[in-house]
């Protein structure tokens, strides 16, 4: 937590010294398509979709060149086998039977990207930079079990994409998303060291 109040304080703060030079304020929303890296086996894998939303700053330095934070929710994760433990009781004591069964890996994230924005031609931009990301939820779901706060609580990743003004408020934009990180705070089976991916499809309106 300590960690997201001072990069929010870093990007107001950014946003208050440029507020008088081109700046731009816009808010965006869209559908993430996610999974998980690193997986060692060949069982069942599913891209799972998710949700983005937030607020964005563009800082314009000239005409080719713009610094833009955002502040985003986005909801993470992977379609999967998971592998659980059934508890028979044949005798005086319990016996775990291992199984797998089809579920998913949530991972919810405050993601705060701070992203140079290149405008290859007027209305097109290439953009590229860190984010950092905050966990605000994580599960490893089933119809049968559930286990909670799987995740680690921050994650390091990059983005990079394109971004296009439709008009001069409305703005579409594609993104790819890699995490550098583990997803998790320990390693799961068949998932050790294993680090986001995936890509967000956004729109967007500048006010």
């Known amino acids: 937590m300590k960690k997201l109040i001072l990069v929010i304080s870093i990007v107001l703060l950014s946003v ?76 005086p004591g319990p016996i775990y039977q291992p199984y797998t069964e089809k579920g998913k890996y949530i991972f919810n994230y405050i993601q705060i990207p701070i992203l140079a924005k290149v405008y290859l031609i007027k209305k097109l931009s290439f953009e590229i930079g860190p984010s950092f990301n905050f966990l605000t939820k994580s599960e490893q779901k089933s119809k049968s079990q559930t286990y909670r706060n799987i995740g680690k609580d921050f994650e390091f990743s990059g983005t990079l994409g394109f971004s296009y003004e439709i008009s001069k408020k409305l703005f579409v934009s594609y993104r790819f998303l890699k995490g550098f990180s583990n997803a998790f705070h320990y390693d799961p089976p068949n998932f050790e060291n294993a680090k986001n991916y995936g890509y967000q499809l956004g729109f967007g309106l500048l006010l």
């Open 16 to 91: 208050k010294i440029s507020a008088q030079e081109n700046f731009r304020f816009g808010i965006k929303g869209g559908v993430n398509f996610s999974s998980l890296n690193n997986i060692n086996y060949n069982g069942y894998k599913k891209i799972k979709t998710g949700i983005n939303f937030g607020l964005l700053a563009e800082i314009s330095l000239n005409d080719k060149f713009s610094i833009q934070p955002e502040i985003l929710y986005s909801t993470q994760g992977v379609k999967t086998d998971l592998n659980l433990n059934a508890i028979a009781y044949p005798g």
